[in-house]
């Protein structure tokens, strides 16, 4: 599958963590530890923003991570407070640009990972519940962008978590009515820029994994001379598929069914309950 993080703080390089990382995003596109694939190298995304009001920034590109040399350069340079990255392991659809994620619409920005189960029989009906007035905005052919315009089309600009929630009760009872028994298989990010909500779910509650990291504020007094930290600040956080290094008490992972959602330092927990009212 796919590999992705999401990053909110004080603005820092995009180097510290796609690179410089002992297990950074990029060495976990060749060397994914609890991915359901080893490696990662069908294109890959980073989405930024200068400030939360902004129309958030993009590159995009069909090759591996790891071979990119601009996206070395790209993220020595970009600075940011709040970003999100992908890498991705193609499933039913091809390595293209237009199907590398991050997704993005107006200030949202979207990532994914796992899969719409037998997508090609459902495609259709899915893409037929998107609102026409959105419909344009879609450019790729994947499941995962789908699954954003869906989420968008359900409220995602007024109340994320409802959305997503009732964005997955549609694709489950539309899948089961066609004969897939276990749907959707999902971690998901959106965010608009002052906010980052991540969701780990899945139809046979078996989902792919996923992690936040502790407090920061905890984080430095655990480790005092650790420049990354001190950098981030105390309210910074991140949510990533798999640890970036390898230090006690950095990281919890979400639970299954679970919600979170960053914003402004502060960090939320909700049960998440697929329903379409």
């Known amino acids: 599958m796919c590999r992705w993080l999401a990053y909110t703080g004080n603005p820092v390089q995009l180097e510290t963590v796609l690179f410089r990382a002992k297990h950074s995003l990029i060495d976990q596109s060749l060397h994914s530890r609890l991915g359901q694939t080893t490696t990662n190298g069908d294109g890959f995304g980073i989405g930024w923003y200068g400030r939360p009001t902004d129309i958030p920034f993009r590159y995009r590109c069909m090759q591996p991570a790891w071979s990119d040399r601009n996206l070395r350069e790209a993220a020595r340079a970009i600075h940011s407070p709040l970003f999100v990255a992908h890498i991705r392991a193609a499933t039913d659809t091809p390595a293209q640009e237009t199907n590398c994620h991050p997704f993005r619409y107006g200030r949202w920005l979207f990532v994914h990972n796992g899969l719409v189960r037998n997508y090609p029989a459902v495609r259709r009906e899915l893409m037929m519940a998107i609102k026409p007035e959105l419909f344009p905005s879609i450019e790729g052919s994947t499941d995962s962008e789908v699954l954003f315009f869906l989420a968008l089309t359900f409220g995602l600009e007024l109340t994320p978590v409802t959305a997503l929630e009732r964005m997955v009760a549609f694709v489950e009872a539309t899948g089961r009515k066609n004969g897939v028994e276990q749907p959707l298989n999902m971690t998901v ?3 608009d820029g002052e906010q980052i909500i991540a969701v780990r779910y899945s139809s046979e509650r078996e989902s792919r994994s996923l992690f936040h990291s502790s407090s920061f504020h905890h984080l430095r007094e655990l480790y005092p001379h650790d420049s990354r930290i001190a950098a981030a600040g105390d309210d910074a956080f991140l949510v990533l598929s ?21 914003r402004g330092g502060e960090i939320e927990q909700y049960a998440f309950n697929p329903h379409l009212g």
């Open 189 to 191: 990010c959106a965010t």
């Open 242 to 262: 798999e640890p970036l290094v390898d230090l006690p008490g950095w990281w919890e992972e979400i639970p299954e069914s679970t919600a979170v959602v960053a």
